[in-house]
Structures are given as C-alpha cells and as structure tokens.
C-alpha cells in the first residue's frame, strides 16, 4: 500500500512537460486499419472527423498493434508483449490487473471510465473486473452474450442496464462518457475517458435469439456505413469536449486495433450461414483488401492520431516507430507519471511534444497465431523463422531477401539481435 501511495505521489511530481496534466481520451476503432481513413488516402469512405483530429495534430505513419483484437488489448492495458502471459483467449491475466493503464492512470489522480467493448472476460461472469483493472465507470457491451449496435446488451458499473431497447450503442457509449466528462469537469479532476468503439466490427450472433437488423433494413450495417458511423462519433466526442470548453486542456488519440476486416456479417443466408461482403478500401487509388488477421502491413499497421490545440504541432507528421506496448508508458507520462516496473513499451511523448530528445525505438513487435512473429523499422521486417523482406518495395512479403548487404544486412543483424533479446517461448528448444 505504501508504494502505490508513493507512486500516485510521484505521478503528480515528476511531470516533465511545462503544462499541467491534461484530460487524456483514447479513442480505439475496431477492425480498422489505415485504409480507409481519409487522412491516410482512403477514398471510398468520408471520415472528416477524424481527419480533422489529424489536420489539427500529429499523424503516425509506423503505428504497429497485434493482428487480432484480443492481444491488442491486453498489450495496450499492460505495456507488455502478449506472448509473456498465459493468457486464454478473451482473458486478462490476474497478475496485471494492479498494473494496467487505468489503475496507473488513477494513481496519478485520475478519474477513469471506458465505454463500449471489453473482451477481457464476460461480463456475466466478472461484473467487476473493469473496476479491479482501475476503472471508476463502465458502459460495455455484454460480448458473446448480445448485441452491441441496436437494442445493445450493457452492462453499466457491473449492472445490467435494463432501459436499451431501441437505442444504438454507440450513441449509448458516447452519452456515458459525455457525461462522465462533464461530471469530471464539474469535480475539478483531470480524467482518463477511453472509447473502445464497437464499430466497425461485424456483429457478434453466436447467440439464441438473433442480433437486430438496421431498423427497418434487412441486414446488419455494411462496412461502410459503420465507418460513417464511426466517424459521427468521434464527432461527437470532440463537440462534447468543446461544449465543456475543456478541448484546450485534453489531449485525444485515435486509433485501431488491428487492420480492417477482412469481411464482414450482411445477413442470414440458408442453412444457418451467412451472407457476407468482402471488405476493401481505396487508398490512393488503390484497391487494398482488408488485412485482420494477418501478420502483413495490411493486418498490423493501424491509424495513430493525436491532437492537442497549442501543444502538439496542427498538421504534424512522424515516421517514429510505434507499437502498442508504448501506449501505457505514453499516457502515464502524458499524466506526469513514472515508470513503476519493466514493460516492454517506451513512451513516445517526446515525439508528440518535441520535448527533448524524440521516441528512439529501433525496433517494432507484433506476433499472430501459430507461434509467428516480427520486429522490424520502418522499412525491414524479419521475422521468427528467419524470413526477411524490405517492407517499402514488397509490402505484401512475396519475395524474402536472401543475398544482404550493406543496409539490409546492418538491418537484419540489428533485428536478429531484437529477436534473440525478446527470447520468445515457442523458439526455445
């Protein structure tokens, strides 16, 4: 109990920015990568709000999640790499949940809330969990247990909310943080509000009874219109904060966890199958397939986007090397924390800041299923099996580099150091 004292002392002590802590929103799209964000030359789809985020802030080109949801979150909420937990599928390892994002952030002096989706247990199962891992308030929608977009089923505070019929999910998640800003503000203490969107997932239906349609329609949202709606409220978040007069005062981030879908859920067809569609963007007039799932750029290089109005640079770009484990020692030094243990992540706030010296990981990290991996900089990538491709002229990895010099030799030495540093479980012999 001491140390967590001290170090919630600490927190607001070693600040190293000349401003005071900010109100901190993180707002996290699902089954999103770059492509089909307007800033990142999508064309099929308008996203104004958050290009606006971006024309108004900074803009990552090397930002690097898991491939799949699930270890996305559990690197962001712990700063460590998935593969030094044993966690199960949909899990969240007990060991960590005194370490997470939100239980730092609250020992800094921060008021807490998430809305929206969860995926670190079922919610009828632990209707408490969000509140163990640091948060004060949460709006999560029941995953595996009913829908998330219309007639959602919420569970608000580790209670099942009872008053969703006929409403739309997102709106409802948005709502929840809108007030709990407000309610922060009317406190006087700076917050931590973190949007895990539901959109633009496909719809969970491994359920009894089906998950609505669109009112009216007879179908589910396409890709596309989720994206719209995705973009809606990111709009809304931002009115809200501009309605609070606070946006001066916080800084927002978007971005994914993990690329775009690959397809996604229409309808029921026959034969208890559905009917889907296949998902693609334009991106600088390129037609480019959705990529979740897969360890390629498409499946693992995801939006970052952060605005501050008078503290991070409007219209600003960064070819800095990003990967999720950097999001909870980012935001702890954003709220003038300190490094409380080892993780794998390293802050990026000089990046966004230009405050001394600028974000110098060398190396990026994702893994994926069947014991795979990389590291890699911005232009090579090597993975476990000793696989080596220059990402900027073969993106889609067909052709592996086999007589190196020079820089791509310098390179892989530099990663094949990486790799044997990480000692990933499943190359042991």
């Not at 608000?156 to 800003?181: C, H, I």
């Not at 879908?261 to 390129?286: D, P």
Request: some cysteine; aromatic content about 12%.
């Amino acid at each position: 109990m001491v140390r967590i004292l001290i170090a919630g002392l600490l927190c607001v002590l070693t600040f190293q920015f000349a401003f005071s802590q900010p109100n901190i929103v993180l707002i996290m799209a699902d089954d999103v990568g770059c492509e089909p964000i307007g800033v990142y030359g999508g064309q099929r789809w308008e996203t104004p709000h958050v290009d606006s985020l971006a024309r108004d802030g900074m803009r990552f080109s090397h930002c690097f999640s898991m491939p799949v949801c699930h270890p996305s979150r559990i690197c962001l909420m712990t700063g460590k790499y998935p593969f030094r937990f044993d966690a199960k599928w949909g899990t969240f390892p007990r060991e960590e949940e005194q370490q997470s994002l939100a239980a730092v952030l609250k020992r800094c002096g921060y008021r807490t809330a998430i809305a929206g989706k969860w995926q670190l247990c079922l919610m009828k199962d632990d209707r408490r969990q969000p509140q163990r891992m640091g948060f004060d308030e949460w709006c999560l929608f029941g995953w595996h247990e009913g829908a998330r977009f219309h007639d959602p089923l919420i569970y608000q505070n580790g209670k099942l909310r009872s008053n969703t019929a006929q409403e739309y999910g997102p709106e409802v998640y948005v709502d929840f943080l809108s007030e709990f800003m407000q309610r922060s503000k009317r406190a006087g203490q700076p917050f931590f509000a973190y949007y895990s969107m539901a959109l633009a997932h496909d719809v969970t239906d491994d359920l009894p009874n089906q998950v609505p349609y669109v009112p009216g329609k007879d179908r589910w949202m396409n890709y596309g219109e989720m994206i719209q709606s995705l973009d809606e409220m990111v709009g809304r978040v931002v009115r809200k904060l501009d309605e609070l007069q606070i946006r001066e005062n916080t800084i927002i981030l978007f971005t994914g966890d993990n690329g775009t879908a690959v397809r996604s859920k229409l309808r029921h067809g026959k034969n208890g199958k559905y009917e889907y569609e296949k998902v693609y963007s334009i991106q600088n007039g390129k037609r480019v397939r959705g990529g979740k799932g897969t360890l390629l750029d498409i499946g693992t290089n995801v939006p970052l986007i952060a605005s501050w109005p008078g503290k991070i640079e409007a219209g600003s770009q960064s070819d800095a090397l990003v990967d999720f484990s950097d999001w909870l020692p980012t935001l702890v030094e954003v709220a003038g924390g300190h490094k409380e243990q080892e993780r794998d992540g390293r802050s990026f706030a000089s990046t966004l800041f230009a405050v001394g010296s600028p974000a110098t990981r060398k190396y990026a990290f994702a893994q994926g299923r069947g014991k795979r991996a990389w590291v890699r900089t911005q232009k090579y990538k090597l993975y476990n099996d000793g696989k080596f491709f220059d990402i900027s002229v073969d993106p889609f990895e067909r052709e592996p580099l086999t007589n190196n010099d020079g820089d791509a030799a310098a390179s892989k030495k530099l990663l094949e150091d990486e790799l044997r540093r990480l000692d990933l479980p499943w190359n042991k012999k």
